[in-house]
């Protein structure tokens, strides 16, 4: 077997420049036959054998330095002369072409001396060919041009910002080379050119916005923004790299948005109280896109939103107010129409501008939160001394009940109640608005005045939804207590029809009800008529055969009597409550009885005596004479049955002077806010076990106050009482640290 000739460092390195010429000829458009395959394995097989011989004669580190060599003396005696004698956007031609000639020069010798890469490189670790070929370029020619390279390339993008046609393929090659020289890395691009690009755009737009501001209107403004911001996007996507974008656009928003913010959303005829006022959607939803990107841009909007609006619920307000004030020497339904049209009022101005919420601004919580702040005058202040909660709650007992103020269709009675729901979102004491609903709720029930069991059943469910099981639990347990009552009213009937020998004498009917479920109303110990006592006790032996170990308590308050009264005209039919009755009753075995015997004798305290006697003697219909004959009742007054007393109708509803609950209501309130609390505190307890002071406050406001803002000293009070229940007690070594008691 012969041995292989050695090759000798001059011998080989000649043989390669031959092959290293013919590729420079072929790169600078010289005549020149491409490479062989034949040629390609001549040169690969000289390198890999003079890497491959025995020391002294592998000259493996003398061809890597070779190899940078040929880069270093070909860019030194071609690529940059002819780099230096072009400018602007021919240098940027040449400076593509020389880019893109290099990477092909760095891929074919990279092949020719593969053998290197895969032993002598790997083995030294030493920078790999590729590599070595590519920073042979950075160092001399990038490092040369970049500066002039970046300007003429700022220059490019200022002319087409003016509106010139430019070569944005040219751009986009040139910019890749910024890219592609970092090897990976992005700081040649973003040292060298996005940081004075971004800083150039910045003083454009500055000097852009200064002008368009005190020419331009907001929406104007606005287009032209939204335009160069468009533009700018665009300019991205076809030549500067995908990372710029975000910093570009921020240079520009900051300049055209948030440099002249206030200016431009407070402009006198065209800012955003002049579009809210001449309902200008377009631009409003521009207005928000726009300022969405720019940092607490929507903050200032929401704001101005917040500004526009609440002037208007102000208004309304005040109007209301001042309405109240001239109705007070008026009749109640007059007032109660006020009222009625108030809340409508209120409505209507929610539904103006809930669509600007919903559409303009995207559903967006600031502006929700901003309509919210907006109404709270009404929601939280209320009117002439109704609370908002109160009003709401009778403005839907308006539309619910029959014969009431609103004459409306389903559909509209639906649409109503979904936005009374919204506007009792708003409310800061829920509560309060629950307790004077089911007190109306339960007037409906109790007298058959609902209008449709179908609406109230809607509300109801509306109301679960927007707040929660608890917050209409009692209301749906009223509801299914009716259903229940009227089934029981069934049996009765059936019971008295079985049972021949049993009879309650007249015509009874009972409404039994659920403790728990109903507000609470007064009981005493109505002394009945012995009529009515016979039909108490005949109810209570058939309630006794139905269900056992329940105690039925008789809420005579609620009680309504159809009696006849003969009077010397006619005899007529009244309509009067159960204590109306018992006392007109009295009169039966009485011609005249002072104030204090029919006090003694219904066994009732005074004001309720004092609202009775004032219905049947003061009142529209007078069935009693009242001795003296003034306008109120004191105990020294007499009183007669009123035998001439007449009516064209023979069929008259005598009705007790309306009692004012608000004051009830709000104890109720109170109560259920305790319980509430109570419930809030051992939910947290149970759950940590051990928890300071200030925690258990923090998290028991947080838990409560979707529904009211509870009270700090409240909640110290139900901490307290739970420590006295022995739910929770303090740590002995820490006053202020509280641990549950399973």
Same mark, same amino acid.
């Given at each position: ?10 011998? #080989? ?5 031959? #092959? ?42 003398? *061809? +890597? ?67 070595? #070929? ?21 220059? $490019? ?18 910019? @890749? ?10 700081? +040649? ?10 800083? @150039? ?68 005829? =065209? ?7 001449? @309902? ?72 103006? +501008?809930?669509?600007?919420?919903? @559409? ?43 014969? #009431? ?17 919204? *506007? ?21 029930? *109790? ?34 207590? *009716? ?74 308050? $609620?009680?309504?009597?159809? %009696? ?44 309720? &005596? ?22 109120? %009742? ?8 009123? =035998? ?20 009830? &209501? ?77």
């Amino acid at each position: 077997m012969n041995k292989q000739k050695i090759i000798y460092l001059n011998q #080989g390195w000649d043989f390669m420049q031959k #092959g290293i010429t013919k590729l420079k000829n072929i790169l600078e458009g010289l005549p020149e036959p491409q490479f062989s395959s034949e040629d390609y394995m001549m040169l690969y097989v000289t390198i890999y054998r003079m890497c491959t011989q025995k020391p002294p004669h592998d000259y493996s580190q003398q *061809l +890597y330095d070779k190899y940078r060599e040929s880069f270093e003396e070909y860019i030194t005696s071609t690529v940059l002369p002819s780099l230096r004698e072009k400018h602007d956007e021919f240098m940027l031609r040449e400076l593509v072409r020389r880019w893109s000639n290099h990477k092909i020069m760095v891929r074919w010798l990279s092949r020719f001396f593969h053998h290197l890469d895969r032993y002598f490189i790997a083995r030294q670790t030493l920078p790999p060919l590729y590599d070595v #070929g590519l920073a042979c370029f950075r160092d001399l020619v990038y490092r040369e041009v970049n500066g002039k390279v970046r300007d003429a390339v700022i220059f $490019l993008i200022y002319q087409e910002r003016e509106g010139r046609q430019i070569d944005r393929a040219l751009l986009k090659n040139v910019l @890749d080379i910024f890219v592609e020289i970092g090897m990976g890395q992005m700081e +040649y691009y973003e040292n060298d050119f996005e940081s004075s690009m971004l800083k @150039d755009t910045a003083a454009y737009y500055s000097s852009k916005a200064s002008n368009w501001i005190l020419e331009d209107s907001c929406p104007d403004y606005m287009l032209k923004a939204e335009e160069c911001l468009k533009r700018e996007k665009d300019r991205v996507s076809h030549y500067l790299h995908v990372s710029s974008e975000q910093k570009l656009l921020e240079e520009v928003q900051h300049e055209l948005l948030s440099v002249y913010a206030t200016q431009l959303l407070e402009k006198e005829c =065209s800012g955003c109280h002049a579009l809210l006022r001449d @309902d200008k959607v377009d631009d409003l939803s521009r207005m928000y896109r726009l300022f969405s990107k720019i940092p607490r841009g929507l903050d200032r909007v929401s704001s101005m939103f917040k500004q526009h609006v609440a002037p208007e619920v102000t208004t309304l307000v005040k109007q209301a107010e001042d309405a109240a004030s001239n109705k007070k020497a008026e009749k109640r339904d007059m007032v109660g129409l006020q009222e009625q049209v108030f809340i409508r009022k209120v409505i209507e101005l929610h539904d103006k +501008y809930l669509p600007y919420v919903n @559409d303009c601004f995207n559903n967006h919580t600031l502006f929700h939160k901003a309509l919210k702040e907006a109404f709270e005058i009404f929601c939280n202040k209320g009117v002439s001394g109704s609370s908002s909660a109160e009003l709401l709650a009778t403005f839907c007992d308006n539309i619910l009940k029959k014969g #009431g103020i609103e004459k409306l269709s389903d559909e509209a009675i639906e649409d109503t109640l979904e936005k009374v729901v919204k *506007l009792v979102a708003y409310i800061s004491d829920k509560y309060l608005f629950a307790e004077f609903y089911r007190r109306k709720l339960a007037w409906r029930l *109790l007298l058959d005045k609902s209008a449709n069991d179908e609406h109230e059943r809607s509300i109801l469910t509306k109301l679960k939804q927007q707040f929660g099981g608890q917050f209409t639990s009692k209301m749906k347990g009223m509801v299914t207590d *009716l259903t229940l009552a009227k089934e029981n009213q069934s049996f009765f009937k059936e019971y008295l029809s079985n049972n021949s020998n049993v009879s309650p004498g007249i015509g009874l009917t009972v409404t039994v009800l659920t403790t728990g479920f109903w507000p609470s109303y007064k009981s005493f110990d109505l002394n009945l008529p012995a009529e009515m006592v016979k039909c108490v006790e005949v109810f209570r032996e058939f309630y006794q055969t139905k269900i056992k170990h329940k105690n039925l308590k008789w809420i005579y308050s $609620l009680g309504t009597c159809n %009696i006849n009264g003969k009077f010397e005209a006619k005899t007529m039919e009244l309509i009067v409550t159960t204590y109306q009755a018992s006392a007109l009753l009295l009169f039966n075995s009485s011609d005249r009885l002072s104030y204090q015997e029919i006090m003694s004798q219904l066994n009732l305290p005074d004001n309720d &005596v004092v609202r009775l006697l004032h219905s049947l003697s003061c009142a529209k219909y007078k069935i009693l004479i009242k001795e003296p004959n003034t306008k109120t %009742i004191s105990p020294s007054d007499y009183f007669e049955f009123n =035998s001439k007393f007449t009516d064209k109708m023979r069929r008259i509803k005598i009705s007790l002077p309306p009692v004012d609950e608000k004051k009830k &209501v709000i104890e109720e309130v109170d109560m259920d806010r305790r319980y509430a609390i109570d419930a809030s505190i051992v939910r947290i307890m149970k759950s940590r076990k051990v928890l300071g002071y200030q925690q258990l406050v923090m998290e028991c406001v947080e838990q409560l106050g979707h529904m009211f803002k509870p009270d700090v000293k409240a909640i110290k009070k139900r901490i307290e009482d739970l420590i006295t229940r022995e739910y929770l007690e303090r740590d002995k070594g820490n006053a202020n640290l509280f641990r549950y008691l399973a």
